[in-house]
């Protein structure tokens, strides 16, 4: 079985500061690792995903996430963030021989003027 | 036009009503789920479907129960709401790509009160 922790559940931010919101997962298989998005009244939508290959993964808007397999870890990143990246962050997991998709609990992100 | 759309957007509910939430995809996916999310539990898979005659039941599916009258329509019911039924549910679809990774897409949600 899987599972995810997401470190923080608020996180807020000076506009134009560098963010980073983290997430550490436990497997005992090989996943694929997932960063999702929610702006206020809207559905998830992806950010970005790891797959396999190169650990650094470069996602929309800016964001770009590192897997560290050694320290089961996949923490978010990006190096200035926008009155406009308030949101709500999801860490996901799902096993690469599988569907189910396993959510952490989120990671709320505001960013002040 | 969204390509996964939810009915209704909010729903106020007494306890005991039977409830049902829609949702509907033009993606063509043959694969679609209900979640619920609630505050600090992150989203949490109540039932899926592969195909019209493939449902399943996910972690959390007591209380409720699924339809797919079509490919393009699943609906999630709740027979007799309970407030601790209140919650955010999201509806989506999934399609598995050539390397064997599903991706999912998720409509707006449905934010329901059970009072």
């Known amino acids: 079985a899987q599972s995810v922790t997401q470190l923080d559940s608020q996180v807020p931010v000076f506009e134009e500061a560098p963010v980073e919101l983290r997430c550490n997962y436990s497997?005992?298989?090989?996943?694929?690792l997932f960063w999702y998005v929610q702006y206020p009244n809207q559905g998830l939508q992806l950010l970005l995903k790891?797959?396999?290959?190169?650990?650094l993964v470069k996602g929309i808007n800016g964001f770009e996430a590192e897997f560290n397999k050694s320290q089961t870890s996949f923490h978010l990143r990006k190096p200035s963030v926008h009155i406009s990246d308030t949101a709500e962050y999801f860490c996901?997991?799902?096993?690469?021989?599988?569907?189910?998709?396993?959510f952490g609990a989120g990671t709320r992100l505001f960013v002040k003027a | 036009d969204a390509d996964v759309t939810q009915t209704p957007r909010n729903r106020i509910t007494k306890t005991g009503k039977r409830i049902m939430l829609e949702c509907s995809q033009t993606?063509?996916?043959?694969?679609m789920y209900w979640y619920r999310q609630d505050p600090g539990l992150g989203l949490r898979l109540i039932y899926y479907s592969f195909d019209v005659k493939d449902i399943n039941k996910g972690e959390i599916s007591d209380g409720y129960s699924v339809s797919r009258q079509a490919q393009a329509k699943f609906s999630l019911s709740l027979e007799s709401a309970i407030p601790n039924q209140t919650a955010l549910y999201f509806c989506a679809t999934g399609v598995r790509r050539r390397e064997g990774l599903e991706t999912q897409y998720f409509g707006p949600g449905t934010r329901l009160l059970v009072l």
């Open positions: 790891y797959l396999s290959g190169s650990t």
């Open positions: 993606k063509g996916h043959d694969r």
């Open positions: 996901a997991v799902r096993n690469t021989g599988g569907f189910k998709t396993i």
């Open positions: 497997s005992s298989v090989s996943v694929y």
